[in-house]
């Protein structure tokens, strides 16, 4: 049973990555297996509509040479996925949607859509506002590929400007690690 977490965050360390570490941390102490992937370390950019996916039905994106698809491949692997963005300009940022919209795109290609059954959770942090639209938009997805939406006790959104500077929102912080133990326990009822 396992949970990665993928951050559209473009800045290391920042709150973005504290809050996914948060949701993490607390689905491992329930007993799932976990992974943080950061989309900084891939050249990520949208899709090309190549159409090539729609051919190869294989889950792959011919569409762009940037490794993506090996954070395919671990996704489908895994029976949860949680995404996190920062809120730029009232959005995720574009890392985080071209990630996404990739991904459910060449799933929805496959003649088994892998995604379906899946536990699914979007996270944002902003140093205002814009959270509620932007975990919204990373969870639109969901949906059309048949996953599950998890909850916590609030939206799973942080407050923070500054690196680290999440740390002190401390509803926050507990809304991130009540996600990772619900999407754990969800994980262990439904996962697939
Ligand atoms: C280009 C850009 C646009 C931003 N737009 C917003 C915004 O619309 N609303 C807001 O509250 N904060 C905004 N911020 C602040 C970030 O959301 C905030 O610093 C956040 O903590 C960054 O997360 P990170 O540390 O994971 O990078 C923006 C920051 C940048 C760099």
Redesign the pocket.
């Given at each position: 049973m396992k949970l990665i977490g993928v951050?559209g965050?473009?800045?290391k360390?920042?709150?973005?990555?504290?809050?996914l570490e948060n949701v993490l941390t607390a689905a491992q102490d329930q007993g799932v297996e976990t992974e943080f992937v950061a989309l900084r370390d891939y050249d990520v950019r949208g899709c090309t509509a190549c159409l090539k996916c729609r051919e190869t039905k294989d889950g792959t994106c011919k569409g762009r040479e940037d490794g993506l698809d090996e954070v395919f491949r671990k996704v489908y692997k895994a029976q949860g996925l949680v995404v996190?963005?920062?809120?730029?300009?009232?959005?995720a940022t574009p890392e985080s949607l071209a990630f996404l919209q990739r991904l459910g795109y060449v799933a929805r290609g496959m003649d088994e859509n892998p995604m379906e059954g899946k536990i699914g959770a979007g996270v944002a942090?902003?140093?205002?506002?814009?959270?509620n639209f932007t975990v919204a938009e990373l969870e639109m997805s969901f949906g059309p590929l048949k996953m599950i939406r998890a909850g916590s006790i609030y939206w799973p959104m942080?407050?923070?400007?500054?690196?680290g500077?999440?740390r002190q929102d401390e509803e926050g912080m507990k809304t991130m690690g009540e996600l990772g133990r619900n999407m754990a326990e969800m994980i262990k009822k439904l996962g697939r």
């Amino acid at each position: 049973m396992k949970l990665i977490g993928v951050c559209g965050s473009p800045r290391k360390e920042g709150n973005t990555e504290i809050a996914l570490e948060n949701v993490l941390t607390a689905a491992q102490d329930q007993g799932v297996e976990t992974e943080f992937v950061a989309l900084r370390d891939y050249d990520v950019r949208g899709c090309t509509a190549c159409l090539k996916c729609r051919e190869t039905k294989d889950g792959t994106c011919k569409g762009r040479e940037d490794g993506l698809d090996e954070v395919f491949r671990k996704v489908y692997k895994a029976q949860g996925l949680v995404v996190g963005s920062p809120v730029y300009f009232g959005s995720a940022t574009p890392e985080s949607l071209a990630f996404l919209q990739r991904l459910g795109y060449v799933a929805r290609g496959m003649d088994e859509n892998p995604m379906e059954g899946k536990i699914g959770a979007g996270v944002a942090v902003a140093r205002r506002g814009g959270q509620n639209f932007t975990v919204a938009e990373l969870e639109m997805s969901f949906g059309p590929l048949k996953m599950i939406r998890a909850g916590s006790i609030y939206w799973p959104m942080g407050f923070g400007a500054k690196q680290g500077d999440i740390r002190q929102d401390e509803e926050g912080m507990k809304t991130m690690g009540e996600l990772g133990r619900n999407m754990a326990e969800m994980i262990k009822k439904l996962g697939r």
